[in-house]
C-alpha cells in the first residue's frame, strides 16, 4: 500500500511561484511512474506533469516551460516547481504514482492564483 502526501498549495499572486511536494510511503517509488494531475470545478482531472524512473518528464502543453516536475529518491518524494501562475492553473493538484500496475492518488491539495 502506497500513501502519498501533498503539500505546498495556497493562495498566490498572478505570475508568482508555488512548488508543491509529494512525500510517498508505503512502498520504495524510485522506480516507478509518479506525477500530477490537476482538476477544477466542472472539469475532468487532467494530467500535469509525470516523471519516469529514468528521469524522462512529460507535461501538459499549458504549463510547458513554467512548471518543472523532480524527484528525490532518496526522500522518496516528487516535487512541482510551478512558476509565472496564471488564474486558470487555479486547481486542486493531485500527486500520482503508478506502482505495480495499481494507481495511487493523494488527497490533494488547492491552488488559487487570484489577485
Known amino acids: 500500500q502506497v500513501q502519498l502526501v501533498e503539500s505546498g498549495g495556497g493562495l498566490v499572486q498572478p505570475g508568482g511561484s508555488l512548488r508543491l511536494s509529494c512525500a510517498a510511503s508505503?512502498?520504495?517509488?524510485?522506480?516507478?511512474?509518479i506525477g500530477w494531475y490537476r482538476q477544477a470545478p466542472g472539469n475532468p482531472r487532467d494530467l500535469v506533469a509525470i516523471i519516469l524512473s529514468n528521469g524522462l518528464t512529460n507535461y501538459l502543453d499549458s504549463v510547458k516551460g513554467r512548471f518543472t516536475i523532480s524527484r528525490d529518491n532518496d526522500k522518496n518524494t516528487v516535487y512541482l516547481q510551478m512558476n509565472s501562475l496564471k488564474p486558470e492553473d487555479t486547481a486542486v493538484y493531485y500527486c500520482y504514482a503508478l506502482s505495480q500496475l495499481t494507481p495511487y492518488w493523494g488527497q490533494g491539495t488547492q491552488v488559487t492564483v487570484s489577485s
Open positions: 508505503g512502498r520504495d517509488l524510485s522506480d516507478e511512474v
